[in-house]
């Protein structure tokens, strides 16, 4: 996974707690993408973004929000995390030109009790 | 209801064996790749393919993308407990690469 670093890496919330998930990526790529992996669903688009400052919602936007204010990083915010959130959130760049070809981060580990 | 479908979604082997994993849509893509995750890590790409019709080779695994572009297979040869992991294909349109749910495969020594 070099090159696209996620933190932290862990974490617990309650319900209605904030938090956000950073991700930075070295290789100096456009796009940007976070995903969610639940078992037995396979991994979800949740936002992405084509170039600095621009965002778009992917498959499964309610309850987060992002932001991508330099091209290096892109941050996932749950303003009020909810238990359905739990998960395990994965930030990718696209690296292929012109294949949608992805590299992904080691992922962070959501539990919301 | 999953884009794209994937058989079967646990698979247990002896070594040596050989298994096949099918991904299957009613959906046309560009390309469409395929992955494998281990615990705790993100998935990484195995390969691309873009052309109907196209198959590749990476040492022991064949990849075949139908002519219609709609599915795709992976053929382990003389599988080894190193290719245990999760498998996912993943096809894409534009932006936007929608996964399938997966196939969990175990190599048993």
């Known amino acids: 996974n070099a090159g696209v670093t996620q933190t932290p890496k862990f974490q617990v919330l309650k319900t209605g707690q904030s938090m956000t998930l950073q991700c930075a990526q070295d290789?100096?790529?456009?796009?940007m993408y976070w995903y969610r992996q639940d078992p037995g669903m396979g991994l979800r688009l949740i936002y992405y973004s084509a170039s600095e400052g621009t965002t778009d919602k992917g498959e499964v936007p309610n309850g987060y929000n992002v932001s991508r204010l330099n091209k290096r990083e892109f941050s996932l915010r749950l303003e009020s995390a909810a238990p359905s959130q739990t998960s395990v959130y994965f930030c990718a760049i696209e690296t292929g030109a012109g294949a949608n070809v992805l590299t992904f981060g080691a992922g962070s580990r959501l539990t919301v009790l | 209801t999953q884009l794209l479908e994937q058989s079967p979604q646990f698979l247990s082997i002896q070594e040596g064996e050989n298994l096949t994993v099918y991904c299957n849509s009613s959906s046309v893509f560009s390309s469409l790749q395929w992955y494998r995750q281990e615990p705790g890590e993100g998935p990484v790409l195995l390969v691309t393919?873009?052309?109907?019709?196209e198959v590749k080779k990476l040492k022991r695994l064949t990849f075949q993308f139908g002519d219609a572009r709609k599915d795709s297979s992976l053929h382990i040869t003389a599988a080894q407990p190193g290719d245990t992991g999760l498998y996912l294909c993943?096809?894409?349109?534009?932006?936007?690469?929608?996964f399938g749910a997966g196939t969990t495969v175990t190599v048993r020594a």
């Open positions: 393919v873009v052309t109907g019709g």
């Open positions: 290789m100096n790529h456009n796009s």
């Open positions: 993943a096809g894409g349109n534009d932006y936007k690469l929608s």
